[in-house]
Every structure is written in C-alpha cells, then in structure tokens.
C-alpha cells in the first residue's frame, strides 16, 4: 500500500464494521511510522492475534504492538479515559513498552461516566442496538457544544464549575427519559481530578504532528473504526454509529487537509455481517448464517454478542466505494467459505419488481429490497496456508475476481486466516 507517492492512506470497513480492519491495520502498521484512529470511541474492539497472544484493543490504534510505530488518538474520537488506562495497563503487562509512542489530541472529547447513564436511558427508548458505552450522548454534548475536551483536563481546578452544569443537564434527561439512575457530581469531579495528571502527560496538538508526519514523507496509516454503512450520513440510519466513518472522517478526525490522503483501503469480509438492529438484506437463511457465525467467529469483540451474517452484497461495497473514493480493497476470512458447495454472492436488489442499483435512503426501503444473487462453486479446500494468489483454488481466484469487478476497486489483500503472516499481497 506504501510506496514513494503513497504516504498518507486511509483504512476504513466497507461494510457494516467488523471486517478485520484490526488485523489489516495490523500488518500494514508494521511498515508505518504513524498510526491514527479518527472517529469512535470504546465501541470499536479491534482483535488482533500475534502468536498466541489475543489483544482487544478498543481505543489504542493497534499499531502500538510494533516497536517503531507512533499511535495518536486524534480529534474525531471521544475517549473513554478510564478505559484507555484499563488498555494501557493491559499492555504494560505484557511488555509492551508505550513510553513516547502513544498520543491523544487535546481537542478530543471526553466519554464520562454520565454519557453512559444517557445511553442505557435512551437505549431503553429508541433499540439502536448500541454499545452502551456512551459513545452517541458524548458526540451529542461534542455537537451541543458542552462536550468536556481533554485540554479542559490542563486546568483541573475548573472541573467543578464546568461539570455543574453539564452534571444537572445529564440528570434532568434522565429523569425524562423515564430512568431511575442519577449522576454524581462529586463523583465525576473526583474522576477528572484523579485522571487529570496521567492523561496530560499525553495530550498534544495532534494534528501538527500528523502534519508535519505527512510533509516529511514518513508513512501514516489513519485508521477507521466500524464501517461505512454505519456511517451517520452515509450509513443505514438511523441504525448507525454518531460519527463519520468513512474516509472524509479521516481528514476532519485527524486534523489534517483531505489533499494529505494518497490512497483509501476498505476492509471488506468475503461475506457480510452486522451487529445489531437494522436491514442485513444478505442475510443467509438457517443452517449458512449459523454455520458462517461459527467457522467465522462472528461474535462481537467487545460485547460478545453473536453477529448477524450473510453473503457478500456488492450494492453495499460498491456504495462503499463511492462514498469512501476506495482505491483498494482488502478481502478478509476469505478462509471461512472453505467448506462451502455453493457461495451466493448478491450482485443487486429488486424493489417492489423494479432494479434497484443504489442504497436507498430510506432504511425501511432497504429492509424491503429482495437481494439479486448468483451462485459461485466453492472451492472446497483449505486456503489458510496460501500465500501467493496463484496458489489459490480456481474457484476462489475466480470469486475474487467477480468480487473485484462487481465492486469496482482493485482487490489488493486477501486474508485467509486469523494469524498476521496469514495474508496474500496482490
Ligand atoms: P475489526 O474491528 O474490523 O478489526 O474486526 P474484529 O476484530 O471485530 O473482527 C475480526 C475478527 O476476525 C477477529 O477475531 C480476527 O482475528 C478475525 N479475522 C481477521 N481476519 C481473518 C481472516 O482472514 N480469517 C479468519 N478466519 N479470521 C479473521
């Protein structure tokens, strides 16, 4: 993906998040000098597996488990603090040293203790199907323009004052939301002043790093989390996520100019999955979702809850394409459809008896459309041990290639197998 005129490349899902991006980001990280997550918050798990060791990474860009690598939290995310420390801590523990590595914009906003309460409430109302990690009512107070950043934490004796308000504004939706739980003000005090003096250390304008990163030349992956059909203009809302995932996020989350991006990469799945409420119009009917849950893995990472699954919906990653400006893409578990006879693949939808080539707006319309598909032959061995794209069985080659073609973009990794070594380069 790096070459001399490609420094600055995006990595976002071209799906409904899940895709692998973790492990994609992963490998790429190793040849970069920088990594940035841009948007999301806790609500992103990345899972990644170096050897026998299985990290979760929710916050911290995966990248911090290669030595030379830079990791910044930039503006676009709302952090969760506490959290960040939980990761931290993970690390250490395991021997990863992080000192002067790892970054936090000062412009990022914070997730608090009362964001979480409001997400619980209005989860209860509205069954997005949400983390509950207090991700949406913290872009919300962002929006709302009372959103507590981390460079309000440099002037700590400020906290009461500003939380205040912000304190009795959280208890008073709560109790219209119908909820009995109720934000303590000493307590969030108390948590930012304890906070304050190990975040700090770490807060920098980092934005002006990223900058200068990408006027010297060095290589700078910026890192999405979830997937562009949760993006909250672009996805199927209202079931999204409350920030732009796809690559435009990059710029703003990041802090730098849209002309500092050389190349886009979307992580796809060669099938479909979702988490949560909201149309999946691929989803594969009984026994193939459930077989495709279990070859695939296909539980969240931090929730553990089982995902929805599916066939690969071109309409979604040609959208994807689109909205993203794709210049590549990367096809993960390609090895989960190993045993498969037949592998549907969905090239379009009918609605109420017309073609329908686009997304439509309307989320209802989408639970609606009757997927269009055609049937590939498995390939029916295992592709885990493949390396070089010619190794690959014919029919797998020739999935891909009708992969590729109907999405648009040329396929550039293909993943076969949870380990890092266990991808093909195009
Ligand atoms: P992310 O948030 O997009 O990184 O996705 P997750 O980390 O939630 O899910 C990806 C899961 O799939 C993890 O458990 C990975 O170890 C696993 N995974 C990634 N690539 C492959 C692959 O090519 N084959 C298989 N079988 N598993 C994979």
């Not at 809850?305 to 994807?320: E, I, M, Q």
Request: glycine share 12%; aromatic share 6%.
């Amino acid at each position: 993906m790096f070459d001399a005129k490609t420094t600055c490349v995006v990595v976002v899902g071209a799906q409904w998040g899940d895709e692998g991006k973790g492990k994609l980001v992963d490998v790429l990280a190793e040849r970069a000098d920088f990594v940035v997550r841009y948007q999301g918050g806790a609500n992103a798990g990345h899972t990644v597996v170096i050897g026998d060791k299985q990290f979760i990474l929710r916050q911290i860009p995966s990248g911090i488990l290669h030595r030379g690598v830079t990791c910044i939290i930039g503006n676009g995310v709302v952090l969760e603090p506490e959290n960040l420390f939980a990761e931290l801590d993970q690390l250490h523990q395991r021997g990863i040293d992080t000192t002067g590595r790892l970054f936090v914009s000062d412009r990022a906003h914070l997730v608090l203790p009362y964001h979480k309460l409001l997400d619980a409430a209005s989860e209860k109302n509205q069954k997005l199907g949400t983390t509950g990690r207090g991700i949406g009512p913290a872009y919300e107070d962002k929006y709302g323009r009372r959103g507590i950043r981390v460079v309000d934490l440099r002037r700590v004796e400020c906290a009461r004052p500003l939380l205040t308000e912000r304190v009795r504004r959280a208890n008073q939706l709560l109790e219209m939301m119908g909820s009995n739980e109720r934000a303590d003000l000493d307590q969030h005090v108390e948590l930012l002043e304890r906070l304050a003096p190990k975040l700090t250390p770490l807060a920098a304008d980092t934005g002006l790093m990223v900058h200068h990163a990408v006027r010297e030349g060095r290589r700078v992956l910026l890192e999405g989390a979830q997937g562009a059909l949760l993006d909250v203009d672009h996805g199927t809302y209202p079931y999204v996520t409350s920030s732009n995932t796809t690559s435009g996020g990059a710029a703003v989350g990041s802090g730098v100019g849209p002309t500092a991006i050389d190349g886009v990469l979307g992580v796809v799945k060669a099938y479909t999955t979702r988490v949560g409420n909201g149309p999946l119009p691929t989803e594969a009917e009984s026994p193939y979702g459930e077989r495709l849950r279990e070859l695939g893995g296909e539980f969240g990472a931090v929730t553990g809850r089982p995902r929805r699954c599916g066939w690969f919906d071109a309409t979604v990653v040609r959208y994807a394409a689109r909205v993203n400006g794709l210049t590549g893409l990367a096809v993960t578990k390609l090895d989960v459809l190993d045993s498969f006879t037949e592998i549907p693949v969905g090239i379009g939808y009918r609605l109420a008896g017309k073609t329908c080539d686009e997304m439509p707006a309307e989320v209802d319309a989408l639970s609606r459309v009757q997927p269009v598909y055609e049937i590939h032959k498995g390939w029916q061995e295992p592709t885990g041990a493949v390396r070089r794209l010619v190794d690959l069985p014919p029919a797998a080659r020739a999935y891909l290639n009708r992969l590729e073609e109907l999405s648009g973009v040329p396929v550039r990794y293909v993943s076969v197998g949870t380990r890092r070594d266990q991808i093909i380069e195009v």
